[in-house]
C-alpha cells in the first residue's frame, strides 16, 4: 500500500539551514513533490524531483533524493521568518497524489 | 498564483444538508482532482475528472460526487453531511501533457464546518 511519512514538527533559527524529511513505500512513484501551506491556505508548490534523479537545486531550495531506501528530503538555506509553514512531501502514484501529514516548521530570530 | 481557483472560501452547513463546492481550472488544464484535508492532516485524494470524466477515485463513499465542465470549471457535490466531513476542501488541476502532467496546483480551497 501507499504511505507517506513525515516528522511531525521542525524548529530552526534565522539563517540556519533547514532540513526537512520524508519516507514513502511506492517505488514506483515518477515525480516526488513537496509543497507549501501557510495558515488558512491551499498548498503552494514549491519543487518536484523526477524519480530517476538523485538531487535538484532550486535557488535555496536543495531536494535529495535516495531511491533505495525510499528517502527524500528538502533542505532550504539560510531559512528566513517567512519560511515558517507546514511542508508537505507527495508521492505520484497513478491518478493521485499522496500526502504525508506535513511538518510544521517554525524559524525563530 | 496558480490560476486555481474556488468559491466560496468558507461555508457552514448542518448535518443532512447538500453542498456543492466550486472550481476553476487554469485554462487548458484537463486533469482536476479534489481533496479532503481534515485538520491537522495531509490532504486525502477524493477523485479525478479528466476531460469530463471520473479518472479515478479514493476511498469516499458515494455521496462524494463530482462533475467537470468543458470551460475548466469543476464542482464537488457532498450528499447527507455528516460532522466529519468538516475539512478544508481543495481542488488541484494539471496540464494533462505528456510531459510534468501530473504535477497538480492547487486553489485556495473551500473551508466546510458540518454543525
Known amino acids: 500500500g501507499e504511505d507517506v511519512e513525515q516528522s511531525l514538527f521542525l524548529s530552526v533559527r534565522e539563517g540556519d539551514s533547514s532540513v526537512i524529511n520524508c519516507t514513502y513505500t511506492?517505488?514506483?512513484?515518477?515525480?516526488l513533490y513537496w509543497y507549501k501551506q501557510e495558515p488558512g491556505a491551499g498548498l503552494q508548490l514549491l519543487t518536484y524531483?523526477?524519480?530517476?534523479?538523485d538531487m535538484k537545486q532550486d535557488q535555496r531550495l536543495t531536494v535529495l533524493l535516495n531511491k533505495k531506501d525510499k528517502h527524500l528530503s528538502l533542505r532550504i538555506a539560510d531559512t528566513q521568518t517567512g519560511d515558517s509553514a507546514i511542508y508537505f512531501c507527495?508521492?505520484?502514484?497513478?491518478?493521485?497524489?499522496?500526502f504525508g501529514t506535513g511538518t510544521r516548521l517554525q524559524v525563530f530570530p | 498564483e496558480t490560476g486555481v481557483t474556488q468559491s466560496p472560501t468558507h461555508l457552514i452547513k448542518t448535518r443532512g444538508q447538500q453542498v456543492t463546492l466550486r472550481c476553476s481550472s487554469q485554462?487548458?488544464?484537463?486533469?482536476v482532482s479534489w481533496y479532503q484535508q481534515a485538520l491537522g492532516q495531509g490532504p486525502q485524494f477524493i477523485f479525478q475528472?479528466?476531460?469530463?470524466?471520473?479518472?479515478g477515485r479514493g476511498n469516499f463513499p458515494p455521496r462524494f460526487s463530482g462533475l467537470q465542465f468543458p470551460n475548466y470549471s469543476s464542482e464537488l457535490n457532498v450528499n447527507a453531511l455528516e460532522l466529519d466531513d468538516s475539512a478544508l476542501y481543495l481542488c488541484?488541476?494539471?496540464?494533462?501533457?505528456?510531459?510534468?502532467?501530473?504535477?497538480?496546483?492547487f486553489g485556495p480551497g473551500t473551508r466546510l464546518l458540518v454543525l
Open positions: 488541484a488541476s494539471s496540464p494533462g501533457l505528456a510531459e510534468h502532467q501530473e504535477t497538480q496546483y
Open positions: 511506492d517505488s514506483s512513484s515518477t515525480y
Open positions: 524531483i523526477f524519480s530517476n534523479m
Open positions: 507527495a508521492e505520484s502514484w497513478t491518478d493521485k497524489l499522496i
Open positions: 485554462s487548458g488544464h484537463n486533469t
Open positions: 475528472y479528466y476531460r469530463e470524466e471520473e479518472n
